[in-house]
């Protein structure tokens, strides 16, 4: 696939985000906090279970609706978390909060990454093993369908090289299909302790700014004057 394709399928997460981020304000008023997180978490695991469903044939309409839910359930779940991690300390702590919990969350990925990488490798050998066990040198539909790929591709070598590229393509398929049943059954085993997070306080910046005008008015009234 070239990179223009991928980008088209991409760019609904992206709309569904920069739409979503517009309403922000208006969840964190009407909806509690942990509630918004576990919709953006239920939304990423719905997004991967419906990618789960692929096969080889499947083509780039098919991952619209998971791009979308993708990028609601991201904006959501991220976008409150980070929030919230930020909100709960203390005004003076919240530079270090921040940077801690960014810090976490690129760990974390980083990690990640190298767990599907892992993951990635071992499933595609393991589907491409137990795909091979089923063809023999004496199985008649094997040696029929290699007849018929060496009949259209123009010699037996060329049929075994296609043959392998797709035992490679299904290997291929249900590795992904594995992963993304993994992603979809953790997020949803993770989802409901979102709701043990502490909500979002009401008015925190506005209190801590009015008490910090109030420390400083009293601070002044009580200097004395100079007359």
């Given at each position: 696939?070239?990179?223009?394709e991928?980008?088209?399928v991409m760019i609904f997460a992206a709309l569904?985000s920069?739409?979503?981020?517009a309403?922000?304000?208006?969840l964190?008023?009407?909806i509690?906090?942990?509630?918004?997180?576990?919709?953006?978490?239920?939304l990423?695991?719905?997004a991967c279970?419906?990618?789960?469903?692929l096969t080889?044939?499947?083509?780039?309409d098919a991952?619209?609706v998971?791009m979308?839910?993708h990028?609601s359930g991201?904006?959501m779940?991220?976008?409150?978390?980070?929030?919230?991690a930020?909100?709960i300390?203390p005004?003076?702590a919240?530079?270090?909060a921040?940077?801690?919990?960014?810090?976490?969350?690129?760990?974390?990925?980083?990690?990640?990454?190298?767990l599907?990488?892992?993951?990635?490798?071992?499933?595609?050998?393991?589907?491409?093993e137990?795909?091979?066990?089923?063809v023999?040198?004496?199985?008649?539909?094997a040696y029929?369908?290699?007849?018929?790929l060496?009949s259209?591709?123009?010699?037996g070598?060329s049929?075994?090289?296609m043959?392998?590229?797709?035992?490679?393509?299904?290997?291929?398929?249900?590795?992904?299909?594995?992963?993304?049943?993994?992603f979809?059954?953790?997020?949803?085993?993770?989802?409901?302790f979102a709701?043990l997070?502490?909500?979002?306080p009401k008015?925190?910046h506005?209190?801590?700014?009015?008490?910090?005008?109030?420390?400083?008015?009293?601070?002044?009234?009580?200097?004395?004057?100079?007359?």
């Amino acid at each position: 696939r070239s990179a223009l394709e991928s980008g088209k399928v991409m760019i609904f997460a992206a709309l569904s985000s920069i739409v979503l981020m517009a309403a922000i304000p208006l969840l964190a008023r009407t909806i509690p906090c942990p509630i918004i997180i576990v919709t953006g978490m239920l939304l990423l695991s719905a997004a991967c279970w419906h990618n789960a469903m692929l096969t080889d044939e499947t083509g780039a309409d098919a991952f619209r609706v998971s791009m979308l839910m993708h990028g609601s359930g991201t904006t959501m779940a991220m976008t409150f978390l980070t929030q919230l991690a930020v909100a709960i300390v203390p005004a003076d702590a919240r530079g270090d909060a921040s940077a801690l919990f960014n810090a976490a969350r690129n760990l974390g990925g980083t990690f990640g990454l190298a767990l599907i990488a892992v993951l990635q490798d071992q499933r595609l050998t393991l589907h491409r093993e137990r795909l091979l066990e089923t063809v023999t040198a004496n199985g008649q539909d094997a040696y029929d369908y290699l007849a018929g790929l060496a009949s259209t591709t123009g010699g037996g070598e060329s049929a075994l090289r296609m043959f392998d590229l797709m035992i490679g393509r299904q290997s291929l398929t249900m590795t992904y299909i594995d992963l993304f049943a993994l992603f979809g059954f953790s997020m949803l085993v993770a989802a409901p302790f979102a709701l043990l997070l502490p909500r979002l306080p009401k008015g925190d910046h506005g209190d801590r700014k009015s008490t910090r005008l109030n420390s400083s008015h009293t601070d002044i009234s009580r200097m004395p004057s100079s007359a």
